[in-house]
């Protein structure tokens, strides 16, 4: 029971509706129902997606998270590394059956997709890609482990999408951009002192933070172009900029207080996503 519980800690279940949702809400925009291939992405994107994408981030990570104080709570487990084997095998054996499912019952656009989400969950993290020690692409990298869900679940039925949803898409993209880079932000003094790269180390904090609010602009300003109704979520969006514009003028030697305007993220995820979900409800159901 420790080794499993150490297991979903790993995991970040307070994130877990970050990569479940996209699938589950692009399913059913295109046209699905609540059959049993919603529920299987639904718990695949839920449960074992997020054990492998964190679960491998932690192993390799090891020695720069247990010099990290963030680390230990709900932004991230830090296990010994007696469950780092484990955590890899956990990581193989849930998501397996999941995938050769979702392989065989879908398209050949989301084999794709999927395999491309896959790749990225591995890349990101472990060596030799460490595509999160490469400015950019590590919130490119980052980005693509929100988004691809969606489109997998937005594909795995059907080929032709509206054109619509790849503005949709795109403003997914920058969203999830914008939060990978201000979450570096925080880290810019340890990842200096650790000789990690990121975004934030390559543009300094105060930077990162003014590109990451504008790229959260951008985002909110595309929603404002889709069908009704998406000037709501537009501006449930704004929410995004805001608690980003408060740390405009950080430092590199402040970089830390932007855990702040973190906390808040993980729970403003959590009311736009309510915002979404009422939004859409009142137009399709």
Not at 109 to 117: D, E
Not at 196 to 222: D, K, M, N, W
Request: net charge neutral; hydrophobic share 55%; aromatic share 14%.
């Amino acid at each position: 029971m420790s080794m499993l519980r150490g297991i979903l800690a790993a995991s970040r279940p307070i994130s877990w509706v970050n990569t479940a949702f996209p699938y589950g809400l692009a399913y059913l925009l295109v046209g699905g129902g609540l059959d049993w291939l919603f529920w299987v992405g639904v718990v695949f994107f839920l449960i074992p997606y997020n054990i492998a994408m964190y679960g491998i981030n932690d192993v390799f990570d090891y020695e720069s998270d247990i010099r990290n104080p963030r680390k230990g709570g709900v932004e991230g487990a830090v296990l010994p590394k007696s469950m780092h084997a484990p955590l890899l095998w956990a990581s193989a054996l849930t998501t397996l059956p999941f995938l050769i499912v979702m392989y065989a019952s879908g398209t050949w656009q989301s084999a794709f997709w999927l395999t491309l989400s896959m790749a990225a969950v591995v890349a990101y993290s472990a060596p030799p890609m460490r595509f999160k020690e490469r400015p950019v692409l590590d919130s490119v990298t980052s980005s693509a482990h929100f988004v691809t869900p969606a489109i997998v679940g937005a594909t795995i039925r059907v080929g032709e999408l509206p054109g619509y949803f790849w503005v949709a898409v795109g403003a997914f993209f920058l969203w999830g951009m914008a939060s990978h880079a201000l979450g570096a932000v925080q880290d810019v003094k340890a990842d200096r002192e650790g000789d990690l790269s990121s975004i934030a180390t390559a543009f300094g904090a105060r930077s990162t933070t003014r590109l990451a609010a504008g790229a959260y602009l951008v985002a909110a300003l595309l929603l404002f172009l889709l069908p009704a109704p998406g000037w709501i979520v537009g501006i449930a969006g704004l929410g995004y900029v805001a608690n980003t514009l408060r740390f405009r003028n950080i430092t590199d030697d402040t970089c830390e207080s932007v855990n702040r305007a973190w906390r808040v993220f993980l729970w403003l995820n959590y009311l736009v996503g309510a915002i979404v979900t009422v939004s859409l409800a009142t137009v399709y159901l």
